[in-house]
């Protein structure tokens, strides 16, 4: 243990949560900006998760997540069971539409703290760029598959959730409880969630959630389209019926 009883997973995991998509290689001194950690300690441990392969050495002295770590997390049932039992139906989904399909998860340690985690994800030439990565997360009040997963929530849930602001993403994001409490009882009602340029200006999303699943987390798939593309009544039988589908055979899989 440190001096100051932190242990060595908490510094790992202090070093590893340093790295973005915005900066996916970082120098040491970079990382020790970021941890605050001792330069020896720092050296030692970057030398560590270097030799398991958890960290990689980079051009210009700098590290990136190492390929261990990717191979360790490719085993998680998010990407053994979910998302490539989803992955047939997504891309069937796909060519339906020829849009963005995206498969995400309620990461939720706390209902004041959960997002949407993007496990899952298939685009094309013709797809409007989004923000959206596998891995990446995006806030579930601005996004269709985080409404998706918001209207699954009990009420209970919900308090906790809205006790925090809810962030403006765009000038069309809805964060007023009210607003978003009754677009999540039209999203209950009809089966599917919608964002209208609420994350991204110019895209439209039609997401549903999958249902509850034994051992997994709640998830939900959906489209991002362009708003002069967003034919809300073709596309929405398409994603419920694709939500379905993914169910179905993740059940009879199990």
Request: glycine residues 8%.
């Amino acid at each position: 243990m440190a001096e100051d009883g932190e242990g060595v997973l908490t510094r790992t995991m202090r070093v590893l949560q340093c790295f973005s998509d915005e900066e996916p290689a970082l120098t040491a001194a970079g990382i020790g900006a970021r941890t605050g950690l001792a330069s020896s300690t720092l050296h030692r441990l970057i030398a560590q998760l270097t030799a398991a392969g958890l960290l990689t050495r980079a051009p210009g002295h700098r590290y990136t997540i190492g390929t261990r770590l990717w191979e360790l997390g490719e085993l998680s049932p998010l990407s053994l069971r979910l998302r490539e039992t989803a992955l047939p139906h997504m891309l069937r989904l796909y060519e339906a539409t020829g849009e963005n399909v995206h498969l995400a998860v309620l990461d939720a340690p706390t209902p004041e703290s959960a997002t949407a985690l993007y496990v899952g994800r298939v685009t094309g030439t013709s797809s409007i760029p989004t923000l959206s990565r596998m891995g990446g997360r995006h806030p579930l009040h601005t996004t269709g598959v985080g409404k998706a997963l918001l209207a699954t929530r009990d009420a209970l849930w919900l308090e906790r959730y809205f006790a925090h602001p809810l962030e403006r993403e765009t000038t069309h994001s809805i964060t007023s409880e009210a607003n978003l409490r009754a677009d999540l009882e039209r999203a209950r009602a009809r089966g599917f969630a919608t964002t209208h340029e609420e994350m991204t200006l110019g895209n439209v999303s039609v997401a549903a959630a999958l249902g509850p699943i034994d051992g997994l987390p709640p998830a939900a798939v959906g489209v991002v389209v362009h708003l002069e593309r967003a034919d809300e009544r073709r596309l929405a039988p398409l994603v419920v019926q694709a939500a379905r589908d993914i169910r179905s055979a993740l059940l009879d899989s199990h």
